[in-house]
C-alpha cells in the first residue's frame, strides 16, 4: 500500500510529530517504524498495543506531553518499558529484568527471559539478589546443571547458553520420536 501525501497529511509521525514532506526519505523517517515498510502488515496484536496506547495518551495527554520531550533524549533503547507480569505487584525489585536493544523487558520471578544467544549486556539481572543470573543459574534453566565443560569466556558462555536447547526438553521428544 503506498501512501500519497493527501493521505498522510492528516496524520502524525513518529512520536506525534508533524510529517516533513520535503523528501521521500524525511517522509519514510518522519513515519514510526512499524509502518515504515509497507509491504508488511501490522499484526492485530500490534495494532491493538497502538490503539490502547493512543487512548492511555489521550487520558494522559497533559502531563505525558511535558514528560516526553525528557523521553526523546535517550535512545531508542532506553524508551521501551516491556512489562510481561500481568496482574502482579507492580514493582520491579522482586523481578527478572533484561536490558534489550530494544529497551528493558520485566519477567516474573517464576519465568526468566528468552536465553536467546545473549551477548553480557543481555544477561538477566535479578535485583532481589542484587546481580546479574550466574552461568550456574543458566544451565539449570537449559537442563544442563551437572555439565562440568563449561567455556573459559564468561561471554561465550552466554552464547552457548542462548543457543542451547533444555535437555530434558530433547530428551522428551526425542524418546517419543523413537517410539
Known amino acids: 500500500i503506498k501512501l500519497n501525501k493527501d493521505t498522510l497529511i492528516k496524520y502524525r509521525g513518529s512520536y506525534g510529530n508533524k510529517i516533513d514532506f520535503n523528501q521521500d526519505k524525511i517522509v519514510k523517517e518522519s513515519l514510526p517504524r512499524y509502518v515504515r515498510d509497507a509491504r508488511k502488515p501490522i499484526k492485530n496484536w500490534k495494532a491493538n498495543i497502538i490503539l490502547k496506547n493512543r487512548a492511555l495518551y489521550q487520558k494522559n495527554k497533559n502531563w505525558i506531553d511535558d514528560w516526553k520531550t525528557k523521553l526523546y533524549k535517550f535512545p531508542h533503547s532506553m524508551q521501551k518499558f516491556e512489562w510481561n507480569c500481568q496482574n502482579e505487584e507492580r514493582e520491579v525489585y522482586n523481578k527478572v529484568l533484561q536490558f534489550r ?75 517419543n520420536l523413537i517410539k
Open 101 to 175: 536493544p530494544s529497551g528493558v523487558r520485566v519477567k516474573s520471578k517464576n519465568t526468566i527471559p528468552a536465553l536467546v544467544s545473549m551477548n553480557l549486556t543481555q544477561i538477566p539481572y535479578l535485583p532481589w539478589k542484587n546481580r546479574y543470573m550466574t552461568i550456574k543459574e543458566g544451565l539449570s534453566l537449559q537442563g544442563l546443571e551437572n555439565l562440568n565443560n563449561v567455556l573459559e569466556s564468561r561471554n561465550d558462555n552466554y552464547v552457548a547458553l542462548g543457543n542451547a536447547v533444555n535437555s530434558k526438553l530433547v530428551y522428551y521428544i526425542g524418546k
